[in-house]
């Protein structure tokens, strides 16, 4: 898959990075991202006969085509709260303008059906480190935040799932994929 450098957080080069330790881990974790609609699908299969009539239904989902890489570089860097697939930014005109549209089909925003995150980053110390990814709970009830340990895999929804990264105060490694839903390749 093509690696995507986040240019907002990440001041580093794609060469600096393939020199880095953490290449293999990137390398592997890329794998494990891309294999990761399969795996969603089969569970999803086994376990939506047991769910609520009213449960999130889980589109066909297709390999994201590419995986971002975001370095944050320390001193106090966030990424502000938002959801990951913002379909109010379509044009209500026709439906098919905005940001949301922007891109091939399967890259567009509003193509995203989960975000997949996997972090890299050793001895880390949510107290003294800060960075934690924040979770807001549906319909404003309160917030998780998720320490950005090394192995560490998120999944959630891409529609409607507010989020953002509260400050680093170290360097941050996150690889984040965007699953799109098959669907989109219809569009």
Not at 94 to 103: I, L, N, Q, R, V
Not at 168 to 180: G, H, N, T
Request: glycine share 8%; with cysteine; aromatic share 8%.
């Amino acid at each position: 898959p093509q690696l995507v450098l986040a240019p907002e957080v990440s001041p580093v080069t794609k060469a600096a990075v393939a020199a880095s330790p953490e290449c293999h881990a990137l390398a592997a974790a890329g794998l494990l991202l891309r294999g990761l609609p399969a795996a969603l699908m089969s569970c999803y299969a086994q376990t939506s006969p047991t769910l609520p009539q009213d449960a999130w239904v889980l589109p066909e989902l297709a390999v994201p085509e590419s995986l971002m890489l975001a370095i944050y570089p320390g001193g106090g860097a966030y990424y502000a709260q938002h959801v990951d697939n913002d379909t109010s930014e379509t044009d209500v005109q026709d439906g098919k303008g905005g940001p949301a549209w922007a891109g091939p089909p399967g890259q567009r925003v509003r193509d995203r059906a989960i975000t997949a995150i996997m972090y890299f980053n050793d001895q880390w110390e949510p107290e003294r480190d800060g960075g934690c990814l924040r979770v807001f709970h549906s319909e404003g009830e309160g917030y998780t935040d998720v320490e950005p340990a090394a192995g560490r895999l998120v999944l959630f929804q891409s529609r409607g799932v507010q989020h953002e990264v509260l400050p680093a105060q170290r360097e941050r490694w996150a690889l984040s994929a965007w699953i799109p839903a098959l669907q989109a390749y219809a569009d």
